[in-house]
């Protein structure tokens, strides 16, 4: 939450918020219950990357045409493109631009070359992404980081989801209140904890990372104007309005 221009975490018990004392990471207790409400939704961390999957539901890659990876399929997204419920999507002049609702996986402490096994060790929870693309970028480049690397292209949040079992989550996405997506994580080609511990074998994660797991079948165009929500079962709604950085511009100028 940002109060008063103070970023402070606080944790939701019984369907109360109560202000975190301690670190999120590490050792925290539950302090007192949040009376001042003037505060908004800052994104739930602050990533050093993201490692975002693609092709990773059988429900897209059957829609895509595209047979199931034999392995995950990774690319990076900057921590500059990370914006938070609430704030904007700021959409380039660059063609179509997609939304991507996904499930991200939050890692909770420093993870290298870790097991299968062990992989939920490393996670603090789970947290609503849009994977939002410059899709004839992507077609056009091969590579994904300039159509997935935009500033605003990484909205999280709303919250950390804490304990929650991945693996039976329903997932969708929606445009102006319509319907886009709706699949569920038993659709995933690779499970969370695969993810984890392929990741970590390539590279080192840090507490505030987030592996974004993959989008499903129904992604779509958005455009100035429009309003995209990502929900996630037992994590909530992740909204942002979208506007064209031409309007930005105007804004900016006046």
């Given amino acids: 939450l940002d109060v008063k221009r103070q970023e402070i975490y606080a944790v939701e018990r019984d369907g109360q918020f109560h202000w975190l004392d301690g670190d999120p990471f590490g050792s925290y207790r539950v302090g007192d219950?949040?009376?001042d409400h003037s505060g908004r939704l800052l994104p739930p961390v602050q990533p050093s990357k993201i490692v975002a999957v693609g092709l990773n539901y059988r429900d897209h890659a059957r829609e895509m045409g595209k047979a199931l990876p034999t392995e995950p399929l990774i690319f990076l997204k900057p921590p500059t493109a990370v914006i938070g419920p609430g704030e904007k999507i700021v959409i380039p002049d660059v063609g179509r631009v997609d939304f991507e609702s996904e499930v991200g996986i939050v890692i909770g402490r420093t993870a290298r070359n870790v097991s299968l096994a062990r992989a939920n060790e490393y996670v603090l929870g789970l947290?609503?992404?849009?994977?939002v693309t410059a899709r004839e970028l992507q077609m056009r480049d091969v590579q994904?980081?300039?159509a997935k690397g935009?500033?605003?292209?990484?909205?999280?949040?709303?919250?950390i989801a804490v304990g929650l079992d991945g693996h039976s989550l329903d997932i969708e996405g929606s445009v102006n209140g319509v319907r886009r997506q709706l699949s569920n994580t038993r659709e995933l080609i690779f499970s969370f904890e695969q993810l984890v511990e392929f990741v970590s074998g390539v590279m080192t994660l840090h507490p505030g990372?987030?592996?974004s797991t993959g989008t499903p079948a129904g992604v779509g165009p958005i455009r100035h104007g429009d309003q995209v929500t990502v929900s996630v079962s037992g994590?909530?709604?992740?909204?942002?309005?979208?506007i064209s950085s031409a309007a930005v511009e105007v804004e900016e100028s006046q």
């Fill in 144 to 146: 994904y980081t300039r």
């Fill in 150 to 159: 935009f500033d605003s292209f990484a909205p999280l949040g709303p919250v």
């Fill in 33 to 35: 219950v949040v009376e």
């Fill in 127 to 131: 947290t609503c992404v849009n994977d």
């Fill in 235 to 242: 994590i909530g709604d992740l909204v942002n309005d979208v």
């Fill in 209 to 211: 990372d987030i592996i």
